[in-house]
């Protein structure tokens, strides 16, 4: 048969046209994202923005708008460090598991017998608190006592330590509540005998490769992006001077398994949006990193299934799902909230893409749960680079 040179002519012309239009749309794709996101800094208004996108558990964009220091002028770049708020929690939880799959504890472990004295709710004294009903906050235990001093839960130390407890018996209900994590966080200094901040860098960060770490002055405090809350009244950022406060002079004082909540395992780690994308990377591949595995595929699996089996919350161990980010798609993750911040981390354990988005400082307004900028934001990432 003879080959007809047009026709083949004509063939290639089209695949390269074909080719070249595909290679305009990508390298587009960043140039329109960033201008999306711009449009949402300035609308908000944001004081900062950091994105990271990753598609087949790479990430294939990332960027940093507006500031990292509004009193300095000083723009925000990959290498800021953000307090991440409440997606720290995951980080506690990922350590204690990995002591789950050394037989070292059980899920089903008893807190009590865990932190040394007991945690009961004195309505339901015969139910015990287990290790499992903490990381999912089905423990029974609220955050109305304050979180950041053991001495609220202690029946040594407070006569009403149960004001820490709702009406309802451990594991019959759902409650987001801080203490739960700086209660596991002391756990996993109890079991370990390691500083909890330097047990988190050891098994989960440094493996990674990631900089950051929960002691503020462990680090580069040159790197830190400041933490701003918008005041109305004054129409106005303000620097929250907490975020980042030196903890020093309590650390001279430190008791080991009980001290650990000066860290705040349930929200006080300090990382960039960068290399919270290589720790979200590990798990939407279940455990499985360059170097190895932090957890094995079961265990990430359980970490990543939610406890409720009427859907009436949708928690796992310290990560959650949720299909109201992004119609049409169930995503795993978790958010952060405080001292200004907010911040996400969501993947496609799938589909292995996934979205971080960090913004240290917005005029701030929710719908369905989420601050609208956080939501945006992931839209937009979305939309640009995975839909």
Not at 25 to 40: F, H, S, T
Request: charged share 20%; net charge positive.
């Amino acid at each position: 048969m003879l080959r007809n040179p047009e026709k083949a002519d004509m063939q290639k012309f089209i695949t390269l046209l074909f080719i070249g239009l595909l290679s305009i749309q990508l390298i587009a794709q960043p140039q329109n994202a960033e201008k999306r996101l711009q449009q949402l800094v300035e609308k908000t208004p944001a004081v900062g923005l950091a994105v990271v996108v990753v598609k087949n558990n790479k990430i294939i964009y990332k960027q940093s708008l507006g500031y990292k220091n509004l009193e300095n002028n000083q723009p925000l770049t990959d290498q800021s460090l953000f307090r991440i708020a409440s997606i720290s929690k995951s980080f506690t939880a990922t350590a204690l598991l990995q002591l789950v799959e050394e037989k070292r504890i059980t899920l089903e472990d008893d807190v009590s017998s865990l932190l040394g004295f007991p945690v009961r709710n004195p309505a339901y004294p015969d139910k015990i608190i287990t290790l499992r009903l903490l990381l999912s906050h089905r423990s029974s235990l609220n955050d109305s006592q304050g979180y950041f001093n053991l001495d609220v839960i202690d029946p040594a130390t407070n006569p009403d330590f149960s004001k820490c407890f709702n009406n309802y018996a451990p594991g019959a209900g759902y409650q987001y509540c801080n203490l739960n994590f700086n209660i596991a966080g002391t756990i996993l200094e109890r079991l370990t005998g390691v500083r909890f901040d330097a047990y988190i860098k050891q098994t989960i960060l440094n493996p990674l490769g990631i900089e950051g770490g929960y002691c503020v002055d462990s680090l580069d405090n040159q790197k830190f992006a400041t933490l701003y809350e918008y005041k109305t009244a004054d129409n106005k950022f303000l620097p929250s001077a907490g975020a980042y406060a030196s903890r020093s002079s309590e650390l001279n004082s430190y008791k080991m398994g009980r001290s650990t909540p000066l860290f705040s395992p349930t929200g006080g780690l300090k990382i960039s949006a960068t290399g919270l994308a290589t720790y979200m990377m590990m798990h939407c591949q279940m455990g499985k990193y360059k170097g190895g595995r932090l957890l094995k595929k079961k265990t990430a699996k359980v970490m990543q299934t939610p406890l409720s089996a009427d859907g009436s919350d949708q928690y796992g161990l310290a990560l959650w799902k949720t299909d109201k980010l992004i119609p049409g798609r169930t995503l795993t993750g978790h958010t952060g909230s405080a001292y200004g911040l907010n911040s996400a981390m969501f993947f496609d354990q799938q589909r292995k893409n996934g979205m971080i988005v960090i913004c240290n400082g917005s005029r701030v307004t929710y719908k369905e749960g989420y601050p609208i900028i956080i939501r945006e934001a992931l839209q937009i990432l979305y939309e640009e680079f995975l839909q």
